[in-house]
């Protein structure tokens, strides 16, 4: 028990010391401040120093960026544009066998929904399980009207094997909606929500963004609706490896599950892409985020709207990007263009005069600058359009005009035996590349052209530009090949043009590439 007698005013009570003390130590603090002050005040008054002067030839960083002006918030833009977003919900029949009662649960390989979370990652969240006891499966996205009568737009991804589509409006309502048409190979979707006429809808952007603009990210995460994000355009024409089309918008705008098929907005209100995927190794937003340009977005629809499906032109080509080695080894001046590895037999290009180990560099005067590019091109034309190539061919370029034909819906590769293949005694070793090749004639399901790989040095050269046991090396240099000596002579040939590397012509499967082999020195 503790005495609570006062104490003399005399003697200073522990709370009076401590509040002593603080006081002292906050004027300590200050008086530094105020000591500095004054030193400065006193160099400026003397000339002795000057602590806030700075040399003459000395420029302030920044003082001639002029200030670009910022919106003060987004609520008036998002005020006007989330009547526009659409919450949206799918059924999918459950087409697992039946009988198999175990207790987890898995979407089946290959299916829609699936292939929705291997893009995304993670667990599967909140409104978006699989339910047994009923048959089926629900999922959930986003999307955004098009126009006042009940067009939307949404992911291929989102409504991909849909029995049934159900959107909810950002007043609370609930609509039916159909599917119209999709486009897997862009990953769009357009669908018709029922139940009225006057249905607010969004523009798509007529202009391109730019990296560092704004932009909003409103959608469905978690299945919680009506969610608004914002962030910047990153980086444009990314390459997720989505497929041939791939010319993503990356945002920083904080995307999650359930955002597909929303849209961004700039700051104009107008939709400058469709949210389709994340980069996500925990499965939420780390602040990369892909979108589908509006420009792709326009085309895709039109097509969906009139017919159901989107056609492309198709030239028949395998194409492979010119790296700065295959560049060097064509004589090209830069690594640009698509290289044609192989055209397909009675294809446009072939009837026209295309062969393998030529360059397109340009679609009717435009320059190519990769094979993404060229896919692109070619297929935002329509088949039986006419198009002018600018193609070198073995050195020098020449022009070709065809006509496009229709993209097929699958492209059947012609298959390659690659069970057991007897190894052959006339295998030539080559230790500086590390291979080791045999006539394909001589190996079982080789086929008669080229040599076949029939060895590979994982340290080698070879290894390290992705050559396999059971590839066919079809051309060295531009020179057929049907022996390891043939191979061998090609390449000492290139050692004395004081080649850097041989473009080599590989089948590998069912297709055909080229790679640029360096050449051993000494």
């Known amino acids: 028990m503790h005495d609570r007698r006062s104490v003399p005013s005399s003697q200073p009570s522990h709370r009076s010391l401590s509040g ?46 002029q200030p670009s002006q910022q919106p003060v918030g987004f609520a008036d833009i998002v005020e006007k544009v989330k009547p526009s977003v659409i919450s949206v919900k799918v059924n999918i029949a459950d087409k697992m066998a039946k009988g198999d009662d175990r207790d987890d649960f898995s979407f089946p390989p290959g299916s829609p929904m699936e292939r929705f979370f291997r893009r995304f990652g993670g667990e599967m969240p909140p409104g978006m399980r699989g339910h047994r006891g009923g048959g089926m499966m629900t999922g959930q996205g986003s999307g955004f009207l098009i126009s006042a009568d009940g067009y939307a737009v949404t992911n291929n991804h989102v409504v991909e094997g849909a029995d049934r589509v159900e959107v909810t409006t950002d007043d609370g309502k609930t609509h039916k909606a159909k599917v119209i048409g999709s486009d897997p190979r862009t990953d769009l979707a357009l669908i018709k929500v029922e139940g009225a006429s006057n249905f607010p809808y969004a523009k798509l952007s007529d202009g391109k963004p730019r990296i560092g603009d704004w932009v909003l990210a409103v959608g469905n995460p978690f299945g919680l609706g009506g969610t608004v994000t914002s962030g910047i355009v990153s ?50 937003s780390i602040g990369i985020a892909f979108s589908i340009p509006a420009s792709t977005v326009k085309a895709v629809v039109e097509q969906l709207k009139d017919k159901g499906s989107v056609s492309r032109g198709w030239i028949g080509v395998q194409v492979q990007p010119v790296t700065p080695e295959i560049a060097d080894s064509l004589g090209l001046k830069k690594a640009e263009g698509a290289l044609v590895a192989e055209p397909q037999s009675n294809g446009p290009a072939a009837k026209a005069g295309i062969e393998s180990g030529d360059v397109i560099i340009a679609v009717d005067g435009t320059s190519v600058k990769d094979a993404r590019e060229l896919a692109r091109t070619i297929g935002g034309f329509a088949p039986g359009h006419s198009v002018k190539l600018t193609v070198v061919h073995k050195g020098k370029e020449r022009e070709l005009t065809l006509t496009l034909g229709e993209l097929p819906n699958k492209i059947e590769a012609s298959a390659t035996d690659r069970g057991d293949r007897g190894r052959s005694s006339q295998g030539l070793d080559l230790p500086k590349l590390g291979l080791t090749l045999a006539p394909a004639s001589s190996v079982a399901g080789a086929g008669k052209d080229g040599v076949v790989v029939t060895d590979v040095d994982p340290k080698g050269a070879a290894a390290d530009r992705g050559f396999k046991e059971g590839d066919v090396i079809l051309e060295v240099a531009g020179k057929n090949v049907s022996s390891p000596a043939d191979v061998r002579d090609v390449l000492a040939t290139a050692k004395t043009e004081n080649k850097n590397s041989v473009l080599v012509r590989v089948r590998s499967g069912g297709a055909s590439r080229f790679v640029a082999l360096p050449i051993a020195k000494g």
Not at 243 to 267: E, L, R
């Open 235 to 284: 980086a444009i024409g990314r390459d997720i490896g989505n497929g041939p089309y791939d010319d993503f918008i990356q945002i920083d705008a904080p995307v999650n599950k359930g955002n597909s098929g929303g849209p961004a907005f700039n700051t104009a209100g107008e939709v400058v892409g469709v949210n389709t995927a994340i980069y996500s190794p925990s499965g939420g």
């Open 20 to 65: 002593s003390l603080l006081s002292a130590r906050r004027f300590a603090l200050m008086a530094s401040v105020v000591a500095g002050l004054g030193a400065g005040a006193y160099g400026l008054g003397h000339g002795s120093f000057d602590l806030i002067g700075t040399p003459a030839q000395a420029q302030q960083v920044g003082a001639n960026v």
